[in-house]
């Protein structure tokens, strides 16, 4: 079946303009996490939706990242007035359920982010 | 801060020899411990993964083991092969935090005929 799919691919943007980025989760996962990998960093959490909430934001480094989802399928994150330092690639990931905390989070292939 | 502390940043393994990568960890809350594999331009894909109930879990090649005592966990994979080179995650969660993983910053293996 099909997997996590994120788009675009690659964005090139010039700094200070708006970027959004899309993820379409596995069908039926109600679960939904954003991370943030940079060079060297490992995966940065970003935030996590369940179902259409989103009980985590803990991880959005600033005001000018925000991220929603609707109903309960796609999700955009999206990054105001980037930065360099936003540069990065942006992983998104479902999971079929929080019942059983061993579910996999199963990642697309990202989207790799570069402010000029 | 990093949640999960991961050694060594690089690996050099030659074909058939046994490539080990260590993670630690301080908080005790930790209940889920999983590994991630990556290949250049993919997302990551879960390789193996254990809880602290058990010491011990091999699948094929790959083996983790636990020490609940020493906050530690390793990931073994025997009989090294090139195709094997990639990009290695250990990764913790707990429950309170909603399945919300904590990345170490990965170990980038590379097995040599």
């Known amino acids: 079946g099909a997997g996590v799919s994120q788009s675009p691919s690659n964005k090139v943007t010039e700094k200070g303009k708006d970027v959004e980025l899309r993820c379409d989760p596995i069908s039926g996962h109600t679960a939904l996490y954003w991370y943030r990998q940079s060079l060297g960093q490992g995966l940065e959490f970003l935030i996590y939706f369940q179902g259409n909430s989103a009980p985590d934001k803990s991880g959005l480094p600033s005001d000018r990242f925000s991220a929603e989802r609707t109903g309960g399928s796609v999700s955009t994150l999206t990054i105001q007035r980037t930065q360099q330092e936003d540069s990065a690639v942006y992983l998104c990931?479902?999971?079929?359920?929080?019942?059983?905390?061993?579910?996999?989070?199963?990642f697309g292939p990202g989207t790799r982010l570069l402010v000029l | 801060q990093q949640q999960v502390k991961q050694s060594p940043q690089s690996l050099i393994v030659q074909k058939g020899g046994i490539s080990i990568i260590n993670c630690a960890y301080e908080n005790t809350a930790f209940d889920y411990f999983p590994w991630y594999q990556q290949f250049p331009g993919k997302g990551p894909a879960l390789l193996i993964a254990i809880r602290p109930d058990v010491s011990e879990k091999k699948e094929g090649r790959f083996t983790i083991s636990f020490n609940k005592s020493a906050k530690q966990f390793s990931l073994h994979i025997m009989d090294s092969q090139p195709g094997d080179s990639a990009t290695y995650f250990c990764?913790?969660?707990?429950?309170?935090?909603?399945?919300?993983?904590?990345f170490g910053r990965g170990t980038q293996l590379t097995v040599w005929p």
């Open positions: 990931a479902s999971s079929p359920s929080l019942v059983d905390r061993g579910k996999t989070q199963y």
């Open positions: 990764a913790a969660s707990r429950g309170s935090t909603l399945g919300r993983l904590y």
